[in-house]
């Protein structure tokens, strides 16, 4: 049986950046921005002060904290796994930061085609 494959992972950078960011006011999530306000960047949100969407994809969980994209957006990007980490500067847009001047940012690196084979076989591809 072959080991899951995350759509999205976290540096230990954005782990501690999460337990700050909870610890100092409770529960958050991100999501996916793809939008001419914020850019590519993960929009970061208390739980439950953004709307999900009925298309939108839950990617997975990060620190405890749940990660969702655009239903358009993941077609796009559905080969590639996020990697949230953290950058220098205050957030844009409507994010919370991810700490004293830091903001939450997100690579990616493309799925091998072995990783796709199991994203394909669970349903996830």
């Known amino acids: 049986m072959s080991a899951p494959v995350e759509r999205i992972v ?8 999460i337990a700050e960011v ?3 006011g409770g ?13 590519s960047l993960p929009i970061c949100f208390r739980d439950g002060e953004f709307t999900i969407g009925n298309h939108d994809v839950r990617l997975g969980t990060v620190g405890g904290s749940a ?9 796009a ?14 957030p844009e847009g409507f994010s919370l930061a991810a700490g ?5 940012i997100t690579r990616s690196r493309v799925f091998s085609e072995g990783e796709m084979a199991v994203l394909e076989s669970a349903g996830d591809g």
């Open 10 to 17: 976290a540096t230990p950078s954005a782990r501690e950046a």
């Open 22 to 24: 909870t610890a100092d």
């Open 27 to 39: 529960p958050i999530m991100f999501f996916q921005s793809g939008g001419c306000c914020d850019g």
């Open 67 to 75: 990660f969702y994209m655009d239903h358009r957006q993941f077609e």
């Open 77 to 90: 990007w559905k080969h590639t796994q996020l990697i949230l980490d953290v950058g220098a500067g205050e």
């Open 100 to 104: 004293p001047d830091r903001h939450f």
